[in-house]
């Protein structure tokens, strides 16, 4: 089991930027890559970014390419996301998650359901 715990969210005004964190506990070794998803109410969980952990290939959706950051420290079993330039519309609770495997693409790393792990969430609320 892998254990992910979310911090860093708040209310920011837009322009403005944030660090989320994720910290993972239990079977690193387990983690192959982790993602960061977000969902606003009402709304479907969708994918923001993903880092494969033993190479930092990243991935993002299009909404979030050149605002957003997604990078770990292994030494720190953590992963972060900086987020730049915020939007009213990037107001959610924020996820992490983490997978194992190895061999990695963008379908697979962007979807919710392949993920293995889920940290319990930390809103970010962005004001106009």
């Known amino acids: 089991q892998v254990q992910l715990v979310e911090s860093g969210g708040g209310l920011v005004q837009a322009g403005e930027s944030l660090r989320l964190t994720c910290a993972a506990s239990?079977?690193?070794?387990?983690?192959?890559?982790m993602g960061w998803f977000r969902q606003a109410p009402g709304k479907e969980r969708e994918f923001v970014a993903a880092?494969?952990?033993?190479?930092?290939?990243?991935y993002y959706t299009d909404s979030v390419k050149g605002r957003f950051t997604i990078s770990r420290d292994n030494a720190k079993n953590t992963g972060s996301l900086q987020m730049s330039n915020l939007k009213p519309e990037d107001t959610a609770v924020y996820y992490c998650?983490?997978?194992?495997?190895?061999?990695?693409?963008?379908?697979?790393?962007?979807?919710?359901?392949?993920?293995?792990?889920w940290g319990q969430g930390t809103q970010v609320a962005v004001s106009s």
């Open positions: 998650a983490a997978r194992g495997g190895s061999v990695f693409s963008y379908s697979l790393l962007s979807h919710p359901g392949g993920y293995d792990y």
């Open positions: 239990g079977r690193i070794f387990d983690v192959g890559a």
């Open positions: 880092i494969v952990w033993s190479n930092s290939r990243t």
